[in-house]
């Protein structure tokens, strides 16, 4: 079978007579489990195609200065919420994630990623997805997975969403600060972490065991 287990030794096969371990394994949602970013995929789900396009040439400016490091990833992404979902109801907004979860999330789900999930899963390590998506539409699916999640999460006020994030993006040094608010490592006698980008890699540091694009 070719599946990261296999092509890499991540430890979690339990050998007979083994003592078993205390295990977490935290994987990077966007890139890793998914093959396409699901902000922008959410958005042309809920928004429509054309209107996706318009948006992201009106804010193109934002784009091209977040590539060049000008503004921060919460700032581009802010922008982009704000355009799309400012005053929406959050009613409204969490159906159209579900629909999103169960119609167009499926599609876009690594198989690999999934064996490895299941793998790990079977060998009793405890499987956490963190993820700088707002936890909306990737919530349906972790809760039909049996996963923990720690994700975005975005502002609310009076049953509308502001199209702001709330406190900060769930991104870099945010995703293990996120983790260590949310887990004693201590704890754990192996700890690993896949990710695919330059926003994972702290979380990757932080793990006994790493891997960056395994999937692909």
Known sequence: ???????????????????????????????????????LEFIKFAKGTGNFYAGFLLFSPYLVAFKLKIISNQTAKDKILWFFFRNTPVADFEKKCVEFAEKALPALLRPKALREIKDLKEQGVQVVVVSASPENWIMPWISGMNLSLIATKLQVKNSLLTGRIMDSNCHGEEKVNRIRQNYILADYDEILAYGDSSGDRPMLKLASKSFYKPFR
């Open 1 to 39: 079978m070719d599946h990261v287990g296999d092509r890499y030794d991540t430890g979690v096969h339990v050998q007979k007579n083994e003592i078993v371990r205390k295990r977490i394994a935290f994987f990077d949602f966007d890139g890793t489990i998914t093959r396409k970013d699901t902000l």
